[in-house]
């Protein structure tokens, strides 16, 4: 799933993503300030940990950015 608007984000810039349960319709996708989610957030779990589970993923994002950039 991509924004559907532009993100203004500086190159480099941390963010937070929220993963929902259910996909939402183009119109029930709005997004909101990370304090929003503060109090649901786990800190018991690491980067590491989050970043092993990404690891896992079959396959690459990278074409889909390249193709994005380059129909800019």
């Given at each position: 799933m991509r924004p559907v608007e532009p993100l203004c984000?500086?190159?480099?810039?941390?963010?937070s993503v929220v993963i929902l349960d259910e996909i939402a319709s183009g119109d029930d996708i709005r997004?909101?300030?990370?304090?929003?989610?503060?109090a649901l957030a786990d800190r018991n779990v690491?980067?590491?940990?989050?970043r092993r589970a990404l690891?896992?993923?079959?396959?690459?994002?990278?074409p889909?950015?390249?193709?994005?950039?380059?129909?800019?």
């Amino acid at each position: 799933m991509r924004p559907v608007e532009p993100l203004c984000l500086d190159e480099h810039q941390l963010v937070s993503v929220v993963i929902l349960d259910e996909i939402a319709s183009g119109d029930d996708i709005r997004f909101e300030a990370p304090e929003r989610f503060a109090a649901l957030a786990d800190r018991n779990v690491s980067l590491e940990n989050v970043r092993r589970a990404l690891s896992k993923i079959p396959g690459s994002l990278d074409p889909d950015f390249v193709a994005e950039r380059n129909q800019r």
